[in-house]
């Protein structure tokens, strides 16, 4: 029976509630259940690093099954970024384990007096003096605890960044070869971790699965099914991972470049998908390494240096582009040690490229400047004041500066999608509850939420709020199973998970059951931001709204207040 633990750091008491049939949060999961919990038990205009906000570590509806890449987890609380409601998700080793166990959820209230790490080992928590880790980031932390728990263990942690309690702060989950290279990055929740005192969770495997299946063979076999047609149709993204899309994203003028003044870069062969390929290859590093248990794409690689040397893991697509064209940067080892860095202190890749972004347009980096970009990372740890900036984010980097040229919504920096090429992943930015967040509904180059409509090309006006609108309810769902969206947030996978959650649960519930559920909680969400304070429906930065591109003057933004402020009517 699923379980929802709830740990009182400031007394340092545990409870735990069977999820039956009676419970309020039995039909909620993953980001579901964050955000529920988020908007029943937290009180909106709380301070988001005080005693009043909640942090949610919460399992999918089939996490650790068979169901192909189910090793997810999702974290929530009111963001410190944001000021509004926040889930942000990661896979690893412990989401999995986590799930295994039977947990649905691990609620963390209140502010521990001292520093602690959490044990999760067969079903049972316990917290144990975390005093000795403080101060260590990410790399060498997970290779201190490996040696005092095990090899065996999966870990979520804070670096520096977290500790500082930056708004800019990641919180790591160790991958499946022990580096800490997922992270749950956006929305500072890494700095919320640290407000409360969490140094790591610590999470050993099960001797056996503690999950019960209502229809375990019918389950298994549809499972069975998907995992191998995943595996044979996402074969292409084993050798070149998410970097894929870069050479077609920079051919649609949709590529982030020196801080959205264009959408395409001239450097783009240099940090392309071939190139990246290139490298990994003549180094000797591995490609098509899965992030977490039972993947059955397998995108992630490990990078290494000319002297053997392990560079970071994974190497992704907002990473190179944040990081790469909107810097002006042209070099996949320079982005490799950008990465490294910022998961070892605990920083979102996505946020620290827009705030050195920022840091360019304000004179204190030169574009392009490879060396002081991975200088100003390795600043971080020391102390240095000027690399401590970056743990602002870039909203408040940009004021502090006077710089006006900050994209963001919700005080959130953009993901590596330019949105007057990429018009329904701006819808996304402006209409979720989350931000600027591409995750939220990734609107990109051939994506449909149902496989018959018609949305039109990514750069023209045709049915973009429909397709933001459409893919925001299916990672609604996607968001709530603990599965990867590369499998497909769209209509044809909705139809597969409600079958699994039949035969998991027992349940009778149809896709369009859940469509209808994933809207009530989407509207939730925002109802929780207006209580906030905050706009439901947001806009584009200023520079956005009046600039066209300067490569392609036919690309601007032309969605309708209107239009937007009705998305969800």
């Known amino acids: 029976m699923p379980i929802l633990a709830r740990i009182n750091l400031q007394s340092h008491t545990i409870t735990k509630e069977d999820i039956t049939s009676k419970h309020p949060y039995e039909m909620y999961a993953g980001r579901s259940l964050s955000s529920k919990i988020i ?51 990661s896979g690893g080793k412990a989401p999995a384990l986590l799930s295994r166990q039977d947990f649905r959820g691990i609620v963390f ?18 917290l144990e003096d975390g005093t000795n880790f403080v101060g260590i980031n990410n790399y060498p932390l997970m290779n201190m605890l490996k040696e005092k728990y095990g090899d065996t263990v999966g870990i979520l942690s804070i670096g520096l960044a977290g500790e500082k309690q930056c708004i800019n702060s990641s919180i790591a989950a160790m991958d499946m070869e022990g580096f800490p290279s997922r992270h749950m990055g956006r929305g500072g929740l890494g700095a919320v971790m640290g407000s409360k005192k969490i ?94 248990p039972g993947c059955a794409i397998r995108c992630s690689n490990i990078l290494r240096t000319a002297n053997d040397e392990h560079l970071t893991s994974s190497l992704e697509y907002e990473t190179m582009i944040m990081n790469g064209s909107n810097l002006m940067i042209d070099d996949i080892e320079t982005l490799g040690w950008i990465d490294h860095y910022c998961d070892d202190n605990g920083l979102d890749t996505i946020e620290t490229g827009n705030c050195l972004a920022v840091l360019m347009e304000a004179g204190k980096l030169k574009w392009g400047d490879r060396k002081g970009v991975v200088d100003l990372l390795k600043g971080f740890s020391k102390g240095n004041p000027d690399s401590l900036l970056l743990g602002l984010g870039c909203y408040k980097l940009g004021k502090k500066m006077g710089i006006e040229r900050i994209p963001h919504v919700k005080r959130q920096g953009f993901p590596a999608y330019e949105p007057r090429s990429f018009k329904g992943m701006g819808v996304t930015f402006v209409t979720s509850a989350m931000g600027a967040d591409h995750t939220a509904g990734p609107a990109i180059h051939g994506r449909k939420a149902y496989s018959d409509k018609d949305y039109g090309e990514v750069y023209e006006r045709k049915n973009k709020v429909m397709i933001s609108k459409e893919l925001q309810i299916f990672i609604y769902i996607a968001d709530s199973t603990g599965c990867c969206y590369f499998v497909g947030p769209d209509y044809d996978s909705t139809q597969k998970w409600a079958k699994l959650f039949n035969a998991r649960y027992g349940w009778n519930r149809t896709a369009e059951d859940w469509i ?53 009517d």
């Open 39 to 89: 908007s029943n038990e937290v009180d909106p205009l709380c301070d988001p690093l005080g005693p009043e906000n909640k942090l949610i570590f919460a399992c999918g509806f089939i996490g650790g099954t068979p169901a192909p890449n189910s090793g997810r987890i999702s974290v929530g609380a009111k963001s410190p970024m944001t000021l509004g409601i926040k889930e942000s998700n």
């Open 109 to 126: 209230e209140g502010i521990s007096e001292t520093w602690v790490i959490v044990v999760i080992k067969e079903g049972e928590i316990t």
């Open 199 to 292: 140094k790591a969770i610590v999470v050993y495997p099960p001797a056996k699965s503690m999950l019960i299946y209502k229809n375990k063979e019918e389950f298994y076999s549809i499972a069975r099914d998907w995992f191998k047609t995943l595996n044979e149709t996402k074969e292409v993204f084993r050798k070149y991972g998410t970097s894929i899309g870069i050479d077609t994203v920079n051919h649609l003028h949709a590529l982030p470049t020196q801080n959205f003044r264009r959408g395409s870069f001239r450097g783009v062969e240099n940090i392309n998908a071939d190139a990246l390929d290139a490298f990994v290859t003549k180094n000797n590093g591995k490609k098509g390494v899965a992030c977490s």
């Open 516 to 568: 209808q559920w994933a809207v009530d909680g989407i509207k939730m969400e925002r109802e929780f931001n207006s209580r906030a304070g905050l706009k439901a429906t947001d806009t584009l930065p200023k520079f956005m709204l009046e600039e066209k591109l300067e490569e392609i003057e036919d690309r601007k933004w032309d969605i309708t207040k209107k239009e937007l402020e009705e998305i969800w």
